[in-house]
């Protein structure tokens, strides 16, 4: 085995040229590829931890249905055995209890639909960031359950201002209607336009009071250290509520609240895939190319080795083993390279200005583009790149396995 391995290392280096044309061509196909790959994952995952922790929460819990249908009856009161299950994981940071409703917001002769969100303003701050979005005015507190926070462009239309009295109808779970006057305290820029157009945050009793709700909420919002623990930490409150036989709940990630989001990422993750095969197209080829052109002129001396008792099976692993040495040197320096570059925009992510950061504003996303150097980028690139490698010389491996020694000390 020694033997084949420094003679392949020897054949590598025969035609100096052509094998670092063909290295260059793997660096550069390792290099785009893990380039590629940070900024889509480091990008993606960045802005949705950004969403996550900015209002929408990692997990949410709520009666089963409510997610197909949110209306008031799947609403619940949270009891201590739930409360339990939360406080005894040590990776949920915090939660917080929510409500949601419809309603109408009016000022004078304005007005205009509405999304109440009923919140615990105290818990509100660890949970979401909604405190760190004030635009105007001052964020709500527990002492005075009839102020509100509202989106600015809702105030905007509503041609309000902060500290004006506005009033708030809904229909409430008993299918009354029911209305309450609030002080705006004042507004928030989420950057979200359905947001910032038509929510209203107040106090979650002041909520539960307009909506004759009592002790009952609509979700629970749950914050978890890290994103990718959400599965095990929603698995485990799952199982938790299971064995307490509170069967009416469950507990949802982010990805089967926010389905639109997951859905854009999955088709965005299709164009990423498709950059992807078409680089490792052009690899194949080359190293085609390059075996192919070796084994051929190199026929004779395969002949002669073959003659003199050599088997062709080690004739076949020799030039896969020329192969792997080729594959893997281009892909280690394409991971440094990769490395050093996802590493730079790691820390300093590109900013987006202009019709970009409009675009990005729409869907909720931050105008910036950082990378990752998550591990699984590197191994996943670099172990495919080296699988289309070896796959593509057993085409010319099997031309040399094939060959009858007396053809080939004949060819010319």
């Known amino acids: 085995m020694s033997l084949l391995l420094k003679l392949a290392w020897r054949n590598v280096w025969r035609n100096k040229r052509r094998t670092i044309i063909t290295i260059l061509a793997i660096v550069f196909a390792t290099f785009l590829s893990i380039i590629q790959r940070g900024f889509a994952d480091g990008t993606w995952e960045y802005n949705i931890k950004y969403m996550l922790d900015l209002f929408s929460g990692y997990i949410q819990i709520q009666r089963i249905g409510y997610q197909e249908n949110p209306k008031l009856s799947l609403s619940f009161t949270p009891d201590k055995r739930l409360k339990n299950i939360l406080n005894s994981n040590n990776e949920i940071l915090h939660y917080s209890e929510r409500i949601l409703a419809d309603g109408l917001i009016s000022y004078k002769s304005n007005s205009s639909g509405i999304m109440i969100l ?15 979005r004030l635009e105007r ?29 506005i009033v708030i109808l809904a229909q409430g779970i008993d299918g009354v209607m029911g209305n309450q006057k609030f002080v705006v305290k004042g507004t928030f820029q989420l950057n979200s336009p359905e947001f910032d157009a038509s929510g209203v945050f107040m106090n979650i009793q002041a909520a ?27 698995n485990f409150i ?8 509170i069967t009416d709940l469950v507990a949802l990630r982010w990805d089967e609240v926010l389905t639109d989001i997951k859905e854009l990422r999955e088709f965005d993750s299709i164009g990423d895939k498709f950059f992807l095969f078409i680089l490792i197209v052009i690899v194949s080829f080359g190293i085609l190319n390059t075996i192919t052109m070796s084994v051929i002129e190199r ?4 002949g002669i080795t073959l003659s003199i008792g050599m088997k062709p099976i080690k004739i076949f692993f020799l030039l896969i083993i020329e192969t792997f040495f080729l594959s893997i040197t281009g ?25 970009y950061e409009q675009l990005y504003a729409e869907y909720g996303f931050l105008p910036l583009l950082p990378s990752s150097t998550e591990l699984n980028i590197f191994l996943s690139t670099s172990v495919l790149i080296l699988f289309i490698s070896m796959i593509t010389c057993l085409y010319p491996a099997y031309k040399a396995y094939r060959l009858e020694p007396l053809k080939g000390i004949r060819y010319t």
């Not at 539960?208 to 929603?234: C, F, G, H, T």
């Not at 799952?238 to 036989?245: A, E, G, P, R, Y």
């Open 137 to 165: 005015g001052e964020y709500i507190t527990n002492q005075n359950i009839q102020e509100i926070l509202i989106g600015f462009k809702l105030l905007k239309n509503l041609k309000a201002n902060v500290g004006d009295t």
């Open 299 to 302: 026929y004779r001396e395969i």
């Open 331 to 355: 892909i280690i320096v394409g991971n440094v390279f990769g490395y050093f570059v996802n590493s730079y925009f790691e820390n300093n992510p590109i900013l987006l200005t202009r019709d």
């Open 118 to 132: 009923g919140i615990d303003p105290d818990k509100e701050k660890y949970t979401s960031r909604l405190v760190e």
């Open 208 to 234: 539960q009071e307009l909506l004759a709700m009592e002790n009952r909420i609509s979700i629970i919002v749950v914050k978890v250290e890290d994103l990718k623990r959400v599965k095990l930490v929603a």
């Open 238 to 245: 799952n199982k938790q509520l299971s064995d307490q036989n």
